[in-house]
T-cell receptor, first 116, second 115 residues
Framework: DQQVKQNSPSLSVQEGRISILNCDYT??????FLWYKKYPAEGPTFLIS?????DKNEDGRFTVFLNKSAKHLSLHIVPSQPGDSAVYFC???????????????FGKGTKLSVIP | DTEVTQTPKHLVMGMTNKKSLKCEQH?????MYWYKQKAKKPPELMFV???????INESVPSRFSPECPNSSLLNLHLHALQPEDSALYLC??????????????FGSGTRLTVV
């Protein structure tokens, strides 16, 4: 059962335009939602997060929107730059029962290509 | 220091070899993780250590043996691996006791090839 879903494996956007990456989830107990960026042969890098009690968080060119009723979040990148080309993973945090620690559950990722 | 350092970056090993992956962090994080990532797949959780004790083992085969010698170090001992174990192995760390607002800090990974 996939609790975090990214249904678009890839996305191509022209430089300067908006990139919108989408993510759906099923578990209502997630407390934070996060976006990671990953280049080939490197570890994922934290980009931005949003609390489950918020509906928007902005950091520079990156904005994450959360729609709790639809169990949907999206990452907007404006304006898109060629250096943004990478795989973007959506992740969600929840406390692991009996373990005392929080755990991230990842989506399958969306490969963003920003075309100059 | 805001990094997680993994060594080696690349490792090729035979199916009868014994090798170890190493991970180090000096951020004072008391949770450390091992993830496995195959191409075009999300990272898959293998082990979680909380306060240097193993708290989660995601039914990982015994040919993978984790070890946490102290709060800064995490090892993954490998023995009698199979070619299908070839993957990028990621170490991560995070604070304990509160939600993952800033997620994990990941290392750059060890690219393992089993021949």
């Amino acid at each position: 059962d996939q609790q975090v879903k990214q249904n678009s494996p890839s996305l191509s956007v022209q430089e300067g335009r908006i990139s919108i990456l989408n993510c759906d989830y099923t578990n209502s107990m997630f407390d934070y939602f996060l976006w990671y960026k990953k280049y080939p042969a490197e570890g994922p890098t934290f980009l931005i997060s949003i609390s489950s009690i918020k509906d928007k968080n902005e950091d520079g060119r990156f904005t994450v929107f959360l729609n709790k009723s639809a169990k949907h979040l999206s990452l907007h990148i404006v304006p898109s730059q060629p250096g943004d080309s990478a795989v973007y993973f959506c992740a969600a945090s929840a406390k692991r029962p009996g373990a005392g620690s929080y755990q991230l559950t990842f989506g399958k990722g969306t490969k963003l290509s920003v075309i100059p | 220091d805001t990094e997680v350092t993994q060594t080696p970056k690349h490792l090729v090993m035979g199916m009868t070899n014994k090798k170890s992956l190493k991970c180090e962090q000096h951020m004072g994080h008391r949770a450390m993780y091992w993830y496995k990532q195959k191409a075009k797949k999300p990272p898959e959780l293998m082990f979680v250590y909380s306060y240097e004790k193993l708290s989660i083992n995601e039914s990982v085969p015994s040919r993978f043996s984790p070890e946490c010698p102290n709060s800064s170090l995490l090892n993954l001992h490998l023995h009698a691996l199979q070619p299908e174990d070839s993957a990028l192995y990621l170490c991560a760390s995070s604070p304990l006791g509160r939600g993952l607002r800033y997620g994990y800090t990941f290392g750059s990974g060890t690219r393992l090839t089993v021949v």
